[in-house]
């Protein structure tokens, strides 16, 4: 890329794909739970970045992200959310240039929403040249606050899946400030993609095994800011590692555990289908 920090525009677009899929069995596709019904849902969050020339870490947290249903309330003020992230990540953003993280998964009530809520906080950017600006040097626009408005609704089917993605494009997310104050601005503004592949690049930071079947190949784990379980499948490919980096088999996984994944997300199922599983514990 030719691009130069003073032609960085003024945008900072934030892109959600959003792919509710698969309907499981008694699923009638209606927006039971929103409002009152039982009938939930399985949301998994990712987050993702495209590369930007100029900087080496751009860091930001990402404070929550909620889901907001699309019944109002008699006064007609917004229905409380679905909350999706309710606990803070802090993240390097171009870390993830090729492969999207896991953030969370949940169960929320199935039904119809019309926003995302998301809420980002304490950005720090690293340039090439060692030099770093924290949250004093960037005017973070809107306190970070960042609404998520789909062209229709999102549904979230009874016992079905949602694969969100939030797409933070850093490319045209930063500004020079023009007052020539070595400061930067941050001004978050939103696209929405629908476009998810079948199978997505992923990670998944400091979770830990809740099961292992050696006979399958397949691992169970629990991440931070998971409600629910993610499944990992092994297979003849998949690099295992363990500490030091030596190469171990799959009995070597404990309960317990602590894994770190990469691998690919199958969007309708959920699977995770992983290239490499580092090893640590608690």
């Known amino acids: 890329m030719n691009r130069h920090i003073s032609e960085f525009s003024s ?10 899929v698969l309907a499981l069995a008694g699923c009638n596709g209606t927006d039971r739970g929103v409002g009152g019904q039982s009938d939930q849902g399985k949301v998994i969050l990712m987050m993702h970045d495209a590369p930007v020339d100029n900087f080496t870490e751009v860091w930001l947290t ?4 909620t889901m907001i249903g699309t019944q109002h309330d008699d006064d007609g003020t917004e229905a409380s959310g679905e909350v999706v992230l309710s606990e803070a990540v802090r993240m390097d953003f171009l870390a993830l240039d ?13 039904g119809l929403y019309s926003k995302i809520r998301l809420r980002v906080s304490d950005p720090e950017f690293v340039r090439d040249d060692d030099s770093v600006y924290t949250d004093d040097d960037i005017q973070l626009v809107a306190n970070g606050h960042v609404d998520l408005n789909p062209q229709g609704t999102i549904v979230v089917g009874s016992n079905a899946l949602t694969v969100v993605s939030l797409d933070l494009d850093l490319d045209n997310s930063v500004q020079v400030n023009e007052t020539g104050n ?6 978050p503004q939103i696209l929405l993609d629908g476009n998810l592949e079948s199978s997505e690049h992923v990670t998944l930071h400091g979770c830990t095994v809740v099961s ?8 169970l784990v629990m991440c931070p800011n998971a409600e629910t379980t993610l499944a990992v499948t092994t297979n003849s490919q998949t690099a295992l590692f363990g500490a030091g980096g030596l190469t171990v088999g799959l009995n070597a996984i404990n309960v317990g555990a602590s894994v770190e994944v990469v691998g690919e997300l199958n969007t309708q199922s959920g699977l995770i289908t992983a290239a490499e599983v580092h090893l640590g514990l608690h």
Do not use: C, F, K, W
């Open 11 to 20: 945008r900072a677009i934030v892109t959600a794909a959003v792919i509710g």
């Open 62 to 65: 990402v404070e929550s992200v």
């Open 98 to 110: 090729s492969v999207s993280r896991i953030l969370a998964s949940a169960q929320v009530d199935a």
């Open 182 to 187: 070595e400061r930067y601005i941050l001004r």
């Open 212 to 219: 292992v079947d050696l006979y399958s190949g397949q691992i």
